[in-house]
């Protein structure tokens, strides 16, 4: 069985601060994939990364970055400097390789961000 | 390009009452799915489909039924409408290796 655990309910920042979001994850697949998404309070879900199993670089895009760990079974999420458009739910997400379109999701983390 | 069309967006049913929730998409997408957010417990698989004519089950499937007669369209049924599928609920689609696309969500509320 999948499992994607964000013990992180909710985190609140002063604005240009960094928030690290935590994600943990199990599964018995050797070939997987592992999400980002991005919830605003619009509603809608928004696509942030995808990163498969055999590929542990690291990545950075504008001030998001991400750090895949296969040894300790993590794929955290950093922004840095904040800003208050961050605000929004943040859900990890893990799909196993030969089930693509299905995905086990984390009940997702809270960013606040304030001015 | 439209991608994933949901309708309607909100719809309030009164218990025992039948629905379908329409979902679309225009990207030729093999993968479909449907899935429901509730608080505090992230997003969880209803059914899904890998083609025309193939669905399966997912997560939380009882109370609801799906159908997959054209690549385009996934409609998810609640056949008889109960206060616990009071959600918001997020069709899904995708090609093999791709990432999932959602649809805005439909927020439902069984009263």
């Known amino acids: 069985a999948q499992k994607v655990t964000q013990a992180q309910t909710e985190i609140s920042v002063v604005e240009k601060e960094d928030v690290t979001l935590d994600c943990v994850y199990e599964?018995?697949?050797?070939?997987?994939?592992l999400f980002w998404y991005k919830q605003p309070p619009s509603g809608e879900l928004v696509f942030l990364i995808r990163?498969?199993?055999?590929?542990?670089q690291n990545e950075i895009s504008g001030r998001y970055s991400w750090n895949f760990q296969k040894s300790t079974s993590s794929f955290n999420f950093t922004i840095t400097a904040s800003q208050v458009v961050d605000s929004a739910v943040y859900f990890c997400?893990?799909?196993?390789?030969?089930?693509?379109?299905?995905?086990?999701f984390g009940a997702g983390t809270q960013v606040v961000v304030t001015p | 390009n439209a991608g994933v069309t949901q309708t309607p967006k909100f719809q309030v049913l009164k218990t025992g009452q039948s629905m379908t929730l329409q979902c679309a998409q225009d990207?030729?997408?093999?993968?479909m799915s449907w899935y429901r957010q509730d608080p505090g417990m992230g997003l969880r698989l209803i059914h899904y489909?890998?083609?025309?004519?193939?669905?399966d089950q997912g997560e939380v499937p009882n109370g609801y039924n799906v159908s997959r007669s054209t690549t385009e369209d996934f409609p998810l049924r609640l056949l008889s409408a109960a206060p616990s599928q009071t959600s918001v609920y997020f069709c899904?689609?995708?090609?093999?290796?791709?990432?999932?696309?959602f649809g805005e969500g439909s927020w439902l509320t069984v009263v």
């Open positions: 899904a689609s995708s090609r093999t290796g791709g990432r999932l696309e």
């Open positions: 599964t018995r697949d050797t070939t997987y994939y």
């Open positions: 990163r498969n199993s055999f590929d542990e």
């Open positions: 997400a893990l799909s196993g390789g030969d089930s693509w379109g299905k995905l086990q």
């Open positions: 990207m030729n997408h093999e993968y």
């Open positions: 489909s890998v083609g025309a004519g193939i669905t």
